[in-house]
């Protein structure tokens, strides 16, 4: 049971590939330029779904995924044409075989009739364009009605796994067996199919093979019997049988077309083909291997007569049919099903270059590698007391252990990296939708898909790209009328590029649109009073107000954007994971938006500050400058607190030892330091603080998992020494300061302050 | 297969204690001093005994949250058991140690003047705690009472000790208002 259930799991993630695979093909494929390798690799993808589908019993996904691969089938076989609203009948099948997908994870039953408007415009699909003339010749023989009415076999392959293709294969030529069109045009191909003992676990059914063979031609099939063991000793689930099949066949029955039937095994047998010219009937034990051929190891029968002159003898363990490599190829990396190239080992193509690893257990490496940075860290603090001159060799020990360490951390690190890719292949769709939606014309162009970036970084993407490219196609671009008249292409064209930038990831959305209209937006910022009247800012300053909660430009309300909230939460998001987004725009030629983020948010850099006897870190991103201020640089705001002028701006002190209660701290800001801190939305404060220690990158730690949150606290770390130090919320620490006014000028030490006392009204309303 | 390797302990330690006191025999408790009183808890509960390092204050919170240290690279808060029974803020020495203990998913430590005894106690011998008035003691961190030899032993649940900082939204006023019902001698 336990096992099985391990078994979905596994059935679950090649899935999400697998889906993953068939949308990204789907959204590849466009009317008039049809990628055969594409087609079958959707095909491909869909139906081993519906094979591990059969397996576990998920009735719904079966039929579901045998509608959409039926016409997947028929596409391939080139029986109906690719047509736009064929493309999008598919994405929507893929969409719904995805929920079904989901239902059957949560072992729920998907919603009745989930499923039938999709399965209606499939079969629409196939009925509409089947009587359509036949594009490709192929399809001729497929006229008999392959696979709009499924039957018994059909439902069996989904259960017994991937003969389908084959029956498909074996009915596209029903007749040919009997049009016998004279022996001089007709092949005869040996075919030795040894599969390996465990073929039947993967749930495929040699019968089906065979039958299948039959029907491209008058087979002569010999079942070998030699490796049976004896009855005690059988084990009813390996297969223990290999065939020589003499196949006398059409010569329009070309190689591949064999190589089709044995698709879905290739991996799981031997399998030698060869053809040979019309010769007398031979001979059951066929030709040993040529050269490459690995020798067939318990079946020994070297025999004496050496076969048929090996003209196109070629081994298919490992390496694969010509067919099945291209569209490999096509699938690019991370196929489900990995069929390398090496034919290194008879192992039959069983070698991968991934595994599968539960994240746990990389976070507990991730964890394990921050905790030896710090008692390295520790030791080198320990050694700096040391004598100096006198522990040399220790000294140079610990300085490899170092760079060891900071090794270490970065191949850990790389481990959790995913590209980028994986967030970028959801844009097409989108910008897809988006152009029908607001019927425009839009090309979407991506570069630097592989650079790669931690996965929580990575999933924390999706949402702030999605608003950015909507807001682009929404606002940015134009109709495909008006750039024509303004003499731009038809197209509008979103770019889409990631690259890494001195230790972070710099990712932008580049159109070509009309830019930000500056005179509107800043019109808008004043009829909304998010600025005053008459205050004059700079082009830079304008830009940037589109990213303030509750603006929007659009005129009315569409259904992608304009709701005022998208550009206020993408900074949002973005500055949670530490990063900053910025704007540039020249009008009439379009925008760019730059966003910035750390390669991994298991560390951060940041400065350590201490105030009495505590330490802190603040975040880098956060800080503008620390100074010591002259006091004529402070005043006082009617009594209430301090402001400092800070280069022709007045920003206001907020002292931590106050806000925190902590006892022996410096509190004379002209004697402590100001560290300038600037939150996401632009708002600055100078945090009075005792002394600034300097930079380092430290690790996040939680202080959830074992305590709560606490205001003004970020999270918290391990510094040098082993001891604990807070990473501060710059935000939260304007929040506690806003309303805690009074208690910063009159001094409390150590008792808490009002500012927990619950939020004000004036907090919720920001917050 | 998530879940942490301590917490399994936690949870198989559960059930063992469960099956022993179901036969009638005897759990064991550590039992520490904070003043002259002494006080037990659950040896299962108890993941490891460390002598004191100095913590990191965390702002605005009562005197009985002492603080975070780092163990072996997680963050625990510190609470200091004689301020969260009204005794005041302890003046910590090398000889005070922290009783780590493990509460559901969550390790936490407890300040405490020293380690006494383990004692080994049937649940016949644990005696409800008096009547008292609920605003005097708020008995529900009170498991009961044990005597060894002459000695009193009030014996803890943990779960309930700190209960009050268990949830995350928690607002701290409540947690204030508890410590100061706790400090109502």
């Known amino acids: ?767 | 297969m998530s879940m942490s390797s301590s917490m399994a302990l936690a949870t198989v330690g559960g059930s063992r204690s469960d099956a022993l006191s179901l036969n009638g025999t005897e759990d064991q408790y550590v039992s520490f001093t904070v003043g002259t009183e002494e006080y037990g808890v659950n040896i299962l509960a108890v993941r490891e005994i460390r002598g004191w390092t100095p913590e990191s204050r965390l702002p605005n919170l009562p005197d009985y949250v002492r603080g975070v240290i780092n163990l072996r690279g997680i963050i625990i808060p510190i609470f200091d058991l004689r301020a969260r029974f009204g005794g005041g803020k302890t003046e910590v020495t090398k000889r005070h140690v922290v009783v780590v203990i493990q509460v559901g998913e969550r390790t936490r430590g407890i300040l405490v003047d020293a380690i006494s005894d383990i004692l080994a106690i049937g649940p016949d011998a644990i005696k409800p705690p008096p009547d008292v008035d609920s605003g005097l003691i708020d008995a529900e961190y009170l498991s009961g009472l044990y005597t060894a030899e002459n000695r009193m032993v009030t014996l803890l649940n943990v779960d309930k000790l700190f209960a009050n900082e268990h949830g995350d939204h928690q607002d701290p006023v409540d947690s204030r208002a508890i410590a100061a019902n706790a400090a109502t001698p």
């Not at chain 1, 059969?54 to 076989?77: C, K, P, Y």
């Not at chain 1, 100001?674 to 404060?685: F, I």
């Open chain 1, 1 to 767: 049971m336990d096992d099985l259930s391990r078994f979905k799991q596994t059935y679950f993630d090649e899935s999400a590939e697998l889906m993953a695979v068939a949308e990204a093909g789907l959204l590849r494929l466009s009317p008039g330029d049809v990628d055969m390798d594409e087609v079958n690799a959707i095909f491909r993808a869909v139906h081993s779904i519906k094979g591990g589908a059969g397996a576990f019993g998920f009735s719904e996904l079966v039929a579901f995924s045998h509608e959409f691969e039926t016409v997947m089938d028929e596409l391939r076989n080139g029986a109906i044409p690719v047509t736009t609203d064929l493309i999008d009948t598919l994405i929507r099948a893929n969409d719904l075989l995805g929920q079904l997908l989901g239902c059957a994870g949560d072992e729920i039953d998907p919603p009745p009739g989930l499923t039938d408007d999709t399965v209606a415009a499939l079969r629409h699909a196939l009925a509409a364009n089947r009587t359509g003339d036949p594009p490709q010749p192929v399809a001729e023989s497929a006229a008999p009605p392959a696979s709009a009415t499924p039957d018994d076999e059909d439902d069996e392959a989904g259960i017994f796994g991937d003969a389908l293709a084959a029956i498909h294969a074996a009915r596209a030529d029903d007749d040919p067996p009997g049009t016998g069109s004279g022996t001089a045009d007709r092949v005869r191909w040996t075919i030795r199919f040894r599969p390996k003992s465990d073929l039947l676990l993967s749930g495929n059914e040699p019968a089906y093979m065979l039958r299948a063979l039959r029907r491209l031609g008058e087979a002569d099939i010999h079942c070998h019997l030699d490796d049976l063991p004896a009855l005690a000793d059988l084990d009813a689930e390996l297969l223990h049988l290999s065939w020589t099949i003499t196949l006398t066949a059409d010569a329009s029955v070309g190689r591949d077309r064999i190589d089709d039937v044995f698709e879905f095994v290739a991996d799981d047998c031997d399998l030698q083909i060869s053809a040979d010219a019309p010769l007398p009937a031979v001979v059951e034990p066929s030709a040993p291997a040529a050269s490459a051929a690995p020798p067939p190891p318990a079946r020994t029968e070297p025999s004496a007569v050496p076969g048929p002159p090996a003209a196109q003898t070629t081994t298919t363990p490992a390496t694969t049919s010509p067919a099945t490599a291209k569209s490999d190829g096509a699938k690019t990396d991370g196929p489900a099903k990995p069929r390398s190239g090496n034919s290194g080992g008879d192992h039959g193509g069983l070698t991968t270059h991934t595994i599968r690893v539960d994240l746990d257990k990389i976070d507990r490496l991730v964890n394990m590698v921050g905790e030896m940075v710090i008692t390295q860290a520790m030791i080198a603090e320990h050694l700096r007391d040391l004598p100096p001159g006198q522990f040399q060799e220790l000294q140079e020990g610990l300085e490899q252990l170092a760079q060891h360490t900071r090794e270490l951390r970065e191949s850990v690190m790389s481990i959790r990296a995913q590209p980028v890719s994986s967030v970028f292949s959801r844009m097409p769709r989108l910008v897809r939708e988006c152009a029908t939606m607001t019927g425009k014309e839009v090309l979407l162009a991506t570069s630097g898909e592989n650079t790669e970036v931690d996965k929580t970084v990575v999933e924390n993407l999706v949402d702030p790209l999605t608003h950015m490219i909507r807001n682009s196609i929404d606002h940015g671009l134009e109709g495909p009328e008006e750039r024509e008249r303004i003499g731009k292409p038809r197209a509008g064209t979103v770019h889409l590029s990631a690259q890494h930038r001195s230790g972070r990831i710099v990712i932008e959305v580049t159109d070509d649109g009309r830019g930000i209209n500056r005179a509107k937006v800043l019109s808008k910022a004043i009829e909304k009073g998010l600025v005053q009247p008459g205050a004059s800012l700079t082009d830079e300053e304008i830009d940037n107000l589109i990213f303030l909660p509750g603006f929007s430009t659009a005129d009315q309300v569409s259904n992608l954007s304009g709701r005022g909230v998208g550009m206020d939460v993408v900074r949002r998001n973005i500055s949670a994971l530490g990063g900053r987004i910025g704007v540039y725009s020249t009008p009439g030629e379009g925008s760019r938006f730059v966003l910035s983020l750390p390669l991994t948010l298991a560390v951060l850099d940041g400065m350590v500050i201490s105030v009495g006897e505590e330490r802190f870190v603040l975040p880098l991103t956060n800080i503008v400058e620390s100074l010591r201020p002259k006091p004529v640089d402070l005043h006082g705001l009617v009594n209430k607190c301090d402001v400092m002028m800070a280069r022709g701006e007045y920003v206001r002190l907020v002292y931590l030892h106050r806000l925190f209660g902590i006892p022996k701290a410096v509190d004379d800001a002209t004697r402590g330091l100001v560290v300038l801190v600037e939150t996401e939305d632009g708002s600055r404060l100078g945090l009075v603080v005792d002394e600034v220690l300097g930079q380092q990158q430290v690790v996040i730690k939680s202080l959830e998992s074992n305590f709560r949150r606490l205001d003004g606290v970020a999270a918290a770390t391990i510094l040098g020494d082993g001891r604990v130090a807070l990473i501060l919320d710059v935000a939260g620490l304007r929040e506690m300061s806003r309303h805690s006014g009074d208690s910063d000028r009159a001094r409390p030490t150590a008792t808490p302050t009002p500012a927990l006392a619950g939020p004000s009204p004036r907090q919720r309303q920001t917050v």
